[in-house]
């Protein structure tokens, strides 16, 4: 028996797993490709180049794969990339790519995202992030591994939201936030780290240990940057067991180009 709901539009270009569920008055276009055992929901549209993995549920609405909201945007065959077993609810919209970056939008596996979510062009989103109710991200943004941004929260593009990051309700957030803070408000502050989140993805005492000491370093001391930095490379001959996650923080710190949440 078909999967396909009589009154959705599939066109006979696109690429479906047999096992796809695709509900009433679904529009899905020709060059979009669709892995095993997803469920696309009624009245979503699916259209570019779009590519989802196995396993996603896409709620009723979703309008996944539409043209990057950039006046720069000529046509160009950009791309959304979607992983594997990720919940996408209601009215939720994510683009595609443009040619002035990646050219490419990715959704990475296991990520929760809640209605009304956006992700804009050329937007990376890692693993295992919860993005709620009316989160907006702006072009190019990036949100790391584990992240949580609380509903309502909005993201200026190009912004770099690191690993393990919790942002509170309505969080404007336009500068970069180091991995493992906590932050919230507008004009946004930097609250604390988020311990209980650590704790639950399994830190260890002495890595949670590095992780405070870290906060403290570039929030609690009235160091420089530069200073916080050099004091954080210090942690490793004192750490040793959190050696990789000081080498996070370095690396995310030398690689920001907006300047951290501070």
């Not at 950039?70 to 077993?85: C, F, N, S």
């Not at 992780?211 to 160091?223: A, C, I």
């Not at 040793?240 to 501070?262: C, K, N, W, Y």
Request: glycine share 10%; charged share 15%.
């Amino acid at each position: 028996m078909s999967l396909i709901h009589p009154t959705a539009v599939v066109d006979p270009a696109a690429e479906l797993d047999s096992s796809v569920s695709v509900g009433p008055y679904a529009v899905i276009g020709p060059k979009v490709r669709i892995a095993a055992n997803t469920t696309i929901g009624a009245h979503c549209v699916i259209e570019g180049h779009t590519t989802i993995g196995c396993d996603n549920q896409i709620f009723q609405f979703a309008s996944l794969g539409a043209q990057p909201q950039d006046k720069k945007y000529a046509g160009e065959p950009t791309r959304l990339v979607i992983g594997d077993r990720n919940t996408v609810r209601e009215f939720c919209t994510f683009n595609t790519g443009t040619v002035q970056d990646r050219g490419e939008t990715t959704i990475g596996h296991d990520n929760w995202i809640m209605a009304y979510v956006h992700i804009a062009h050329d937007c990376m989103v890692g693993n295992n992030t919860i993005l709620a109710n009316n989160a907006t991200l702006a072009g190019h943004v990036h949100v790391d591994d584990w992240a949580i941004l609380g509903g309502l929260t909005g993201v200026h593009q190009f912004t770099h939201i690191g690993a393990h990051v919790m942002a509170g309700f309505a969080s404007h957030i336009s500068q970069d936030v180091p991995p493992f803070m906590m932050v919230d408000g507008n004009p946004l502050a930097v609250r604390g780290f988020n311990a209980e989140g650590l704790r639950r993805r399994g830190f260890t005492p002495e890595r949670l240990a590095a992780v405070k000491q870290m906060h403290k370093l570039l929030y609690r001391q009235g160091l420089t940057l530069e200073a916080a930095k050099q004091a954080i490379e210090g942690l490793k001959a004192e750490m040793p067991e959190a050696v990789q996650d000081v080498d996070h923080m370095l690396g995310f710190l030398a690689a920001s180009t907006r300047g951290i949440a501070r």
